[in-house]
């Protein structure tokens, strides 16, 4: 059964710092994702990381992936209060039908 | 750009009401998904659907079923909803396995149940 584990799950920072959210996931996979959500809001897709290796970065945000470690990051680069959100990673299944696991989630506050 | 639209932002049914939640895609997507969110439980599969009529159980079904008759249309039913199903679930797309994109999110429906 895949399972996906973030940490932490709350995080609450200082603007002008970095820090990295972590996800584990439990066996082989196709894809991970990570998503952003806005209380009161819904999912809004991030990055979609393909193979190990693979590094995507937007604005202050940059996601890697390690499929040998089955671990995938996303760094922080001076956090401002804008990015006080909760991250998602999700995992796709390998092999058979789709299915999207996710964590937990990683609550994140920036603070003046 | 992707639009996943369900039918209710906010619902408040009866317990043993029979409950139809609707979602929409209009990207000709083959994949949905229906999840629920819950506070320290983070998302949930509930059911999918990789094709018209074909469906798939997801990690919570029980006391849920889906219909899925076209290929935009992606419906949840609870059957006889029940207090523990008060949650906000969340209606995705996506396209099939061979092509590489992310799955879209609807804006989500808080449903009380009481």
């Known amino acids: 059964e895949l399972k996906v584990e973030q940490n932490p799950l709350f995080l609450s920072m200082q603007e002008g710092k970095n820090y990295t959210i972590y996800c584990n996931y439990s066996t082989t996979s196709d894809r991970l994702y990570w998503y952003r959500q806005d209380p009161g809001k819904s999912l809004e897709s991030l990055f979609v990381l393909l193979s190990n290796g693979a590094v995507k970065q937007e604005g202050r945000l940059m996601a890697s992936l390690d499929t040998k470690a089955r671990l995938s990051t996303l760094h922080i680069t001076a956090a401002v209060h804008d990015l006080s959100a909760t991250y998602f990673c999700a995992v796709d299944k390998i092999g058979g039908s789709e299915k999207l696991v996710f964590g937990k989630g990683t609550k994140l506050t920036v603070n003046p | 750009d992707v639009k996943v639209t369900q039918s209710s932002r906010y619902l408040v049914k009866r317990t043993g009401e029979k409950v139809f939640l609707e979602c929409v895609q209009d990207?000709?997507?083959?994949?949905m998904f229906w999840y629920r969110q819950d506070p320290g439980l983070g998302l949930r599969l509930i059911y999918f659907?990789?094709?018209?009529?074909?469906?798939e159980k997801g990690d919570i079904p029980e006391g849920y079923s889906v219909s899925r008759e076209k290929k935009e249309r992606f419906s949840l039913i609870l059957e006889s909803a029940s207090t523990n199903q008060t949650s906000m679930y969340l209606c995705?797309?996506?396209?099939?396995?061979?092509?590489?994109?992310?799955?879209?999110f609807g804006q989500g429906t808080r449903l009380t149940v009481v």
């Open positions: 659907s990789y094709d018209v009529k074909m469906k």
């Open positions: 995705a797309s996506s396209l099939g396995s061979v092509r590489e994109t992310e799955a879209f």
């Open positions: 990207m000709d997507h083959e994949n």
